[in-house]
C-alpha cells in the first residue's frame, strides 16, 4: 500500500442550527488504506461521512482527495468517484436487481447498455451474486441486499469507498458475510472509510482507527495503539463498555 495520503479532513466544521456536530475534524486516510470511525451514537460520525461526498456541506475546513478539494467539485461528479454505502440499502423494490445497478450507470456515468450490464454482473460476481441479478430486492436477505447496495456502489468504479454501518440493519447472522466482503475489498487496494460498532472488524481490518466523540477526533492510531493502549480516558472507557 502506498504511503500517499489519499483523503484528508483538515479542521472541518458543521452545525444544524446553534447544535455543533463537527467541531475541527482531522483524519488522514492513505491510499489503498482503511479507516474505522468508532465512536458513541450522536458523535458525529455519519455527519463526518456525509460532508466527505457533500450530501453536506462543512461550515468551514477542507477535504482533500489527492490533495485536490472536494469543496470545488460539482456534487455529482464526486459521487462518482467516492462511493457511499448506508445503513439502508436504498434499493428500488420494483427494478430486478441488476437494473438497480445499471440504472445509475446509464444515467450518471452515460454507458450504454451493453456495457453497463456487463459490469453489473461482474460486480453481482464480485460479491457473490451473480445468480440473483433478475431477482427483486423484496427476494434477497438483507445481507444480500447490503451486497447489492456494494456492487451498485463499486460499479461506478469509486476511487473511495465509504461505508456508514452497512451491518447496522442486518440480522446478527448476515453481519459476518457482509464484513467479509468488505475485508475483502481492503486487501484488493480500495481506500475506505468506515464508520462502524463492528470492533472485530475495526481491529483486524483497519489501518487506522479514530475515536470520535462530540464532534471531535480525541485519538486516532493504528488499531493496536487504540484498543490495546489507548491514552484519551473517554476512549478507554468507550472501549470498557463495548469490548
Known sequence: MSTSVSLSLRDVHLAFGSHQVLRGVDLDVARGGTACVIGPSGSGKSTLLRTVNRLLEPDRGDVLLDGRSVLRDDPDALRQRIGMVFQQFNLFPHMSVE?????????????????????????????????????????????????????????????????????????????KGVLALMAELSTQGMTMVVVTHEMGFAREVADTVAFMDAGVVLEAGEPAAIFESARHPRLRRFLSQVL
Open 99 to 175: 437494473r438497480n445497478i445499471t440504472l445509475p450507470l446509464r444515467r450518471i456515468r452515460k454507458l450504454g447498455e451493453d456495457e453497463a450490464v456487463a459490469r453489473a454482473r461482474a460486480e453481482l460476481d464480485r460479491v457473490g451474486l451473480a445468480a440473483k441479478a433478475d431477482a427483486r430486492p423484496a427476494h434477497l436477505s438483507g445481507g444480500q441486499q447490503q451486497r447489492v447496495a456494494i456492487a451498485r456502489a463499486l460499479a461506478m468504479q469509486p476511487q473511495v469507498m465509504l461505508f456508514d454501518e452497512a451491518t447496522s440493519a442486518l440480522d446478527p447472522e448476515l453481519v
